[in-house]
């Protein structure tokens, strides 16, 4: 068994993005684009994974977890001098080295596996993935000899114009004979720019008479270097795209593909129904039988079965099944809603868990609270949680009434199926079944005719 190993460079600055963050922590369709690299080497059965880190390298670090091995390169001098730092690391420790720049995002592991399988079925010491783009500025050139074997590559940086009209280029994958990567990395020679090009290894290689293999990508799109931001927005394009694609083929409906942004991280299953302006972003679950949007934003929440979410906002939040949000609403982190809750306009909660079929139809706002089972909040309900100072908690029992316009002045707690009167100021507890009015409220007996609410 041939034993692999990968290198991603990504201690590159990536200064054409004008940007604080690494070049490779940007993210594409919610995935930072060196995870995405990492996730196809992954999916191609390369575990073993060294990533060269340099510039802001704690960050990328944190970013990627400790699962990973890592290398430091510091000065960053170039992709030669990058894939020199993984050396101490895995000489000796694979057969085969596969090495890949870190912001080629759009890589699958299919094209990773063809490549693999080509490179020990031919022998040859290098394999590289080539391309030919609609505009192959800025990349490097595949120069071929008289029989069409590969023989070096140009970057651009030093072509000359006859070497600049080659219309295929180097992709930035490639794969290595451990044996023969490890002493001919440190042949490499500066080149004009001051910097170790990896893709000098190609004419070492070919000049002392070892075979080249170079594949030919037919997709460009798939092997697209992101060097600033005109290309992260054309990547997030194809990742979107393919998100779609996917989910449609899986039994989700998208009404208007192109006016929904979906996280790859996202989890739809089928029979749900995403209607037109629809982002749905980070660790989502949807289940099925749901209609979700228009207009609706949805991040990193739980959603259950037959759920509708109408032009609201949903941010790290759970539904259960059958919950009804919005228009107009916002569900904020930390919300727990349970199986039949209805939220409808202009409602707002927080760090609140409303239980099974309760209701807020209008205008109310629900931070800090325990919400029992089938309670109604009337419209205008405000859990007045913050003094000032500290936030306090709200507690409200089974079946409870809570009148329209109530001020429920934390820490307070309304008793199972008591009743507050429309516009009271309840900043004290009120008992089980009893009746609260008043600004401040005071405790009455109930009414005979509100238990029918
Ligand atoms: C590189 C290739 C070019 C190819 C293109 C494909 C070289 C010399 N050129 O050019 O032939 O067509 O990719 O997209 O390799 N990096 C380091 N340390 C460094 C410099 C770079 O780790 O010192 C990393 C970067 O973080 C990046 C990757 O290497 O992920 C590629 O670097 P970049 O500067 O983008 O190379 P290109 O100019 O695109
Ligand atoms: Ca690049």
Not at 70 to 76: I, K, T, V
Not at 102 to 131: C, F
Request: one cysteine or more; proline letters at 4%; a negative charge.
């Amino acid at each position: 068994m041939t034993s692999w190993a990968a290198i991603v460079l990504a201690a590159g600055k990536g200064t054409r993005m004008k940007s604080r963050l690494p070049k490779v922590l940007h993210c594409i369709g919610g995935k930072e684009m060196v995870r995405h690299v990492i996730d196809a080497l992954g999916q191609a059965s390369i575990q073993r994974v060294v990533v060269v880190v340099g510039h802001e390298s704690a960050l990328v670090r944190d970013a990627l977890g400790d699962a990973l091995e890592y290398a430091e390169q510091a000065p960053q001098l170039g992709t030669g001098h990058a894939a020199q730092q993984a050396r101490p690391i895995l000489e000796g420790r694979a057969d085969q080295v596969l090495v890949i720049n870190g912001d080629v995002p759009l890589i699958t592991s299919q094209t990773l596996d063809k490549m693999v399988r080509r490179h020990l079925e031919s022998g040859a010491v290098i394999t590289l993935l080539t391309t030919v783009p609609s505009d192959p500025a800025g990349l490097g050139r595949i120069v071929r000899d008289g029989n069409g074997e590969v023989v070096g590559i140009m970057e651009e940086k030093e072509a000359a114009p006859s070497e600049k009209a080659l219309c295929e280029v180097n992709s930035g994958v490639y794969c290595f004979g451990a044996t023969w990567l490890w002493p001919n990395l440190e042949r490499l020679r500066r080149s004009g720019s001051g910097e170790l090009y990896l893709t000098d290894l190609i004419g070492l290689a070919a000049r002392s008479g070892q075979k080249v293999e170079g594949v030919v990508v037919q997709d460009a799109d798939e092997v697209m270097g992101i060097n600033n931001r005109v290309h992260l927005a054309a990547a997030e394009g194809v990742v979107q795209q393919r998100t779609r694609e996917k989910l449609m083929l899986e039994g989700v409906t998208l009404v208007d593909p192109a006016s929904a942004f979906i996280d790859a991280t996202a989890r739809i299953a089928p029979d749900t129904v995403i209607l037109p302006n629809t982002m749905i972003s980070g660790e989502t679950s949807i289940g099925g039988d749901c209609e979700i949007g228009p207009n609706s934003v949805i991040r990193d929440s739980r959603i259950g079965r037959h759920c509708r979410i109408t032009a609201s906002v949903i941010e790290e939040a759970t539904l259960e099944n059958e919950v009804e949000v919005g228009p107009f609403s916002h569900i904020r982190a930390g919300s727990y809603l349970a199986t039949g809750v209805h939220v409808g306009n202009f409602g707002e909660t927080k760090q609140s868990r409303l239980g099974r079929n309760t209701r807020m139809g209008h205008f109310s706002y629900i931070g800090d609270a325990e919400i029992g089972d089938e309670v109604n909040i009337g419209a205008g309900t405000i859990t007045c949680n913050y003094d000032g100072v500290t936030k306090h908690r709200t507690v409200v029992g089974d079946h409870a009434f809570i009148g329209s316009d109530s001020m429920l002045v934390a820490p307070v707690r309304i008793g199972e199926r008591a009743v507050t009167g429309a516009g009271s100021v309840v900043n004290k507890d009120v008992p089980a079944d009893k009746l609260a009015v008043g600004v401040p409220a005071r405790i009455r007996a109930k009414r005979p005719r509100q238990d029918t609410y």
